[in-house]
């Protein structure tokens, strides 16, 4: 386990500056994940945390050690930073059977025979696959081969963990098993990890605390539930969740009466046939399983509202509504 530190850290490239000034102290045992757009710096900031990419300016210490320092020309190779790395494309070795992929890095490092297959058997113990290791890739699942990529990760026994969109290529289904299975193997060996996505959903369910990026710039940084109810600016505030902007002086009656636009999440509007203070039509009408989605049309602004099975209005009558939760935002 180890804590990892950002100081002040860039990247560019040329005249393009894709990483800006961060600073960020991960936890020992954190699940921290950098979340945002495509292009907006996150797999160049894991990179920079395994070695592989260096940085222009600013610090990376992870554990007692600085890993990268280009002012104090300080760079330590990636083999010797103790991490280990699932990249986007999580490439497994099809040649190999899965005990021989997992065996792979040990091999490198000339480990014994005897201890190789013992730390292979353990880690394929922890990821489920005990029954599996005679298996090629190409007699496995998308799920079975993420789990032989992030176990050929783990069997160095790295104090920290580095994945960069691990669960991108698997199906909705897959994906939400492995989102628990990574959390699970989290949890079992306490090891710190940094996990990158662009799926709002993904980071919110995983991790301790989400580092909100764009356009190589930090946002917010924050646990999920605060994130969501606290959001820094307009960026955060739609790419988390669901966020209905409602236009400035439109909601003037209840006090809102600034030139500042208000933001309302889908189950902060609650809908009534007769009763609210505010009137909306029915644009669109969706089942979402748990109950419907909305889209009111309030003042030509499209709200989405979120309501029970039991709330059933028809597309084109007027509804009530009033709002449980705004959130006025300057920037
Ligand atoms: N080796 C490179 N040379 C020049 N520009 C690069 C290089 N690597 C990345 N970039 C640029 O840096 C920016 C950030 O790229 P990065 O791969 O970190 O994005 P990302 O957030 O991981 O995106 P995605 O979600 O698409 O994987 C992009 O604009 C990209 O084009
Ligand atoms: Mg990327």
Known sequence: MSRVFFKRLCKSYGDNEVVKDFSIEIEDGEFITFLGPSGCGKTTSLRMVAGFVRPTSGEIIIGDSI???????????????????????????????????IAYPLRIKKEQKSVIAKKVEKILDLVDMSEL????????????????????????????????????????????????????????????????????????LMSDRVVVMEKGVIHQVGDPVSIYQNPANFFVAGFIGTANFIKPGHLDEIGYRSAKTCMVRPEDIVLDKEKGRYRGTVAQKMFIGEGFLYVIDFRGDALKVKALPTQQYDPGSEVGMDFSKVLCLNI
């Open 67 to 101: 890993v990268s320092s280009p002012a104090s020309r300080i760079f330590i190779q990636p083999e010797d930073r103790k991490l280990g790395m699932v990249f986007q494309s999580y490439a497994v070795w099809p040649h190999m059977n899965v005990f021989n992929n």
């Open 133 to 204: 290791g005679k298996r090629f890739p190409s007699e496995l699942s998308g799920g079975q081969q993420q789990r032989v990529a992030l176990a050929r990760a783990l069997v160095m026994e790295p104090e920290v963990l580095l994945l960069d969109e691990p669960l991108s290529n698997l199906d909705a289904k897959l994906r939400e098993d492995m989102r628990i299975e990574i959390k699970e193997l989290q949890k079992k060996t306490g090891i710190t990890i940094i996990f990158v996505t662009h799926d709002q959903m993904e980071a919110m």
